[in-house]
């Protein structure tokens, strides 16, 4: 018979409801016999003891709140009950003793990748255009719209301009508005023959448009030159063109210091115009678009090669979360990070806002005290950074994460830092430095999204695994985002967004081993483009640069 209920961790005085219980119901566990005296929604949690006013809230074996009031056994957990609390961390003894899991049916398996001069290897070939400051916008759309027409790229969005021209059309036929409402409008891509593209080695052209480059800090100004520099020396990269206006803080100059800090042997084309000194747009949109038409000539001229898995690095992400994500889908990706490290991959855990209340384990997992010391120095500096502002990091979980269960950050905490397995910690960065390190990394980053998962692919992550509760449609520009759901419901009602359904270990059809092994067997198809991330597919192109101020 399938558990209605799972208690994590033996020390945990809080349990997960798997499915709905109801008021009055006795549910029996491992841990007990429980005598339900509230509703408790699947995802959420009810008390396992009479817990007083003040008394630890313990889930996943940490700390994770405190009872506001008096909660009884068999009463459900909520904020009105419970309020967020994480335990106090300092540098301690190292850990990083781990059970290194069976890679045999891996270890002579390869990926179909793009080799690039610097030894790396992507598992995609695209040219970006960027603009250093947010001036060039409007050039960058404009070259954007000649180059997806006049390549031949697949516009994702043009089935809705043809639905558009359909509904134009029954207007002017005279079709009355309720008719309109109840036809079904035409699905199909109009643009469906624009697939035979003039550069079929190329998967694209990318454009970073943003809202920096002028206006802020120094330090602005230098991170955001160091993230695009981090997209420009991407494995996924075959080359770029930068438009600059002249004057910014961002200067051209200051973008191509941090190009050579990232690759000192950088051999990419790189073309750079400077709209001031060129003088008119048009000439400097001529020089800009046939200067990168050559570039896409050279940048045609590379084809997938097999790479060892070792080459891989995969940025570990969530979003939309619920409360089975620390019990699904973030265990199974972590299942599939431990793989990848024992085959000698790279790992990047970020969002530093949902690692609250597990600083103490990261930190001892950490390789060494400096790596420990560099953890604790950034989470601390961030921590104070929020409550300076009056928005500490215990403001994190969104309205849709507490509605589905995880009503304080060290419950969301404790279980998105599931996604990073058991390994060691072999290295921590701060925004926006790059991963240059076999192993788990800790980035740190906002937990939003966008922004984490935009300094991750610019941190050197090829492939992006996404695990989400609620559904979310992030995607990125130059790094496919898979999409892992946490529960079935969720895969079957946004199938079109998701691409792996983890809810099997909820239902226990499957194991958190036997997901994780899955995970990776998708990761190996997608490296090699045998398969496409739903993202991508649709266009989600998602690109937000961290401006280094507080953004939980």
């Given at each position: 018979?399938?558990?209605?209920?799972?208690?994590?961790?033996?020390?945990?005085?809080?349990e997960?409801?798997?499915?709905?219980?109801?008021v009055?119901?006795?549910?029996?566990?491992?841990s007990?016999?429980?005598?339900?005296?509230?509703?408790?929604?699947?995802?959420?949690?009810?008390?396992?003891?009479?817990?007083?006013?003040?008394?630890?809230?313990?889930?996943?074996?940490?700390?994770?709140?405190?009872?506001?009031?008096?909660?009884?056994?068999?009463?459900?957990?909520?904020?009105?009950?419970v309020?967020?609390?994480?335990n106090?961390?300092?540098?301690?003894?190292?850990?990083?003793?781990?059970e290194?899991?069976?890679?045999?049916?891996?270890?002579?398996?390869?990926?179909?990748?793009?080799?690039?001069?610097?030894?790396?290897?992507?598992?995609?070939?695209?040219?970006l255009?960027?603009?250093?400051?947010?001036?060039?916008?409007?050039?960058?759309?404009v070259?954007?719209?000649?180059?997806?027409?006049?390549?031949?790229?697949?516009?994702?969005?043009?089935s809705?301009?043809?639905?558009?021209?359909?509904?134009?059309?029954?207007?002017?036929?005279?079709?009355s508005?309720?008719?309109?409402?109840?036809?079904?409008?035409?699905?199909?891509?109009?643009?469906?023959?624009a697939?035979?593209?003039?550069?079929?080695?190329?998967?694209?052209v990318?454009?970073?448009t943003?809202?920096?480059?002028?206006?802020g800090?120094?330090?602005?100004?230098?991170n955001?030159?160091?993230?695009?520099?981090?997209?420009?020396?991407?494995?996924?990269?075959?080359?770029?063109t930068?438009?600059?206006?002249?004057?910014?803080?961002?200067?051209?100059?200051l973008?191509?210091?941090?190009?050579?800090?990232?690759?000192?042997?950088f051999?990419?084309?790189?073309?750079?115009?400077?709209?001031?000194?060129?003088?008119?747009?048009?000439?400097?949109?001529?020089?800009?678009?046939?200067?990168?038409?050559?570039?896409?000539?050279?940048?045609?001229a590379?084809?997938?090669?097999?790479?060892?898995?070792?080459?891989?690095?995969?940025?570990?992400?969530?979003?939309?979360?619920?409360?089975?994500?620390?019990?699904?889908?973030?265990?199974?990706?972590?299942?599939?990070?431990?793989?990848?490290?024992?085959?000698?991959?790279?790992?990047?855990?970020?969002?530093?806002?949902?690692?609250?209340?597990?600083?103490?384990?990261?930190?001892?997992?950490?390789?060494?005290?400096?790596?420990?010391?560099?953890?604790?120095?950034?989470?601390?500096?961030?921590?104070?950074?929020?409550?300076?502002?009056?928005?500490?990091?215990?403001?994190?979980p969104?309205?849709?994460?507490?509605?589905?269960?995880?009503i304080?950050?060290?419950?969301?905490?404790?279980?998105?830092?599931?996604?990073?397995?058991?390994?060691?910690?072999i290295?921590?960065?701060?925004?926006?430095?790059?991963v240059?390190?076999?192993?788990?990394t800790?980035?740190?980053?906002?937990?939003?999204?966008?922004?984490?998962?935009?300094?991750?692919?610019?941190?050197?992550?090829?492939?992006?695994?996404?695990?989400?509760?609620?559904?979310?449609?992030?995607?990125?520009?130059?790094?496919?985002?898979?999409?892992?759901?946490?529960?079935?419901?969720?895969?079957k009602?946004?199938?079109?967004?998701?691409?792996?359904?983890?809810?099997?270990i909820?239902?226990?059809e499957?194991?958190?081993?036997?997901?994780?092994?899955?995970?990776?067997d998708?990761?190996?198809?997608?490296?090699?483009?045998?398969?496409?991330?739903?993202?991508?597919?649709?266009?989600?192109?998602?690109?937000?640069?961290?401006?280094?101020?507080?953004?939980?």
């Amino acid at each position: 018979m399938k558990s209605r209920t799972l208690k994590i961790n033996s020390t945990d005085n809080i349990e997960v409801a798997l499915s709905d219980l109801k008021v009055g119901e006795s549910v029996s566990t491992d841990s007990g016999t429980y005598n339900l005296i509230t509703d408790v929604q699947a995802k959420h949690k009810f008390a396992t003891v009479d817990l007083q006013e003040g008394d630890d809230v313990i889930m996943y074996g940490v700390l994770v709140g405190k009872a506001t009031k008096t909660i009884k056994k068999g009463e459900v957990i909520a904020t009105g009950n419970v309020s967020h609390a994480a335990n106090n961390y300092k540098l301690k003894e190292r850990k990083t003793s781990w059970e290194v899991p069976e890679t045999s049916s891996w270890n002579d398996k390869t990926f179909m990748g793009y080799h690039r001069e610097n030894g790396t290897v992507g598992v995609a070939n695209y040219w970006l255009i960027i603009p250093l400051v947010f001036c060039e916008n409007k050039n960058v759309q404009v070259i954007q719209d000649a180059f997806m027409k006049g390549l031949g790229y697949h516009d994702n969005d043009s089935s809705y301009y043809s639905q558009v021209q359909q509904l134009v059309k029954m207007h002017r036929a005279g079709i009355s508005k309720e008719d309109i409402l109840s036809i079904d409008l035409d699905m199909t891509n109009a643009d469906a023959e624009a697939e035979n593209r003039v550069f079929p080695n190329i998967d694209g052209v990318k454009f970073l448009t943003h809202s920096l480059g002028c206006g802020g800090t120094k330090d602005d100004a230098i991170n955001l030159c160091g993230l695009l520099a981090g997209y420009i020396t991407h494995p996924n990269v075959a080359g770029a063109t930068v438009l600059s206006l002249g004057c910014q803080n961002a200067q051209i100059p200051l973008l191509k210091q941090q190009i050579a800090k990232r690759d000192p042997n950088f051999s990419k084309p790189l073309y750079c115009f400077e709209q001031q000194e060129v003088g008119s747009e048009s000439e400097l949109m001529k020089r800009a678009i046939k200067q990168t038409f050559t570039g896409l000539i050279e940048a045609n001229a590379y084809k997938r090669k097999p790479a060892p898995l070792s080459k891989l690095c995969i940025g570990l992400e969530c979003g939309g979360s619920d409360g089975f994500s620390g019990i699904s889908a973030n265990p199974a990706l972590g299942y599939t990070s431990d793989l990848l490290v024992a085959l000698g991959s790279s790992v990047i855990l970020s969002e530093f806002p949902e690692l609250c209340g597990v600083e103490q384990e990261l930190s001892d997992r950490c390789i060494d005290e400096h790596v420990a010391q560099k953890f604790m120095t950034l989470m601390t500096a961030y921590h104070e950074r929020a409550k300076a502002v009056g928005s500490g990091f215990d403001s994190n979980p969104s309205a849709g994460n507490i509605r589905d269960g995880l009503i304080t950050d060290a419950i969301k905490s404790a279980g998105a830092a599931k996604k990073a397995g058991t390994s060691p910690v072999i290295d921590v960065l701060d925004y926006p430095e790059q991963v240059s390190k076999p192993g788990l990394t800790l980035l740190c980053t906002p937990g939003s999204d966008i922004e984490s998962t935009t300094a991750e692919v610019g941190a050197g992550a090829t492939l992006v695994f996404f695990t989400t509760g609620l559904g979310t449609p992030t995607g990125n520009p130059i790094a496919p985002v898979v999409k892992i759901s946490t529960n079935t419901t969720l895969y079957k009602k946004m199938n079109d967004i998701i691409d792996i359904d983890a809810g099997t270990i909820i239902t226990g059809e499957e194991t958190i081993k036997q997901v994780g092994e899955r995970i990776l067997d998708y990761i190996i198809e997608i490296a090699s483009g045998q398969l496409k991330a739903k993202a991508e597919v649709l266009g989600h192109n998602d690109f937000i640069p961290w401006k280094r101020g507080i953004s939980l």
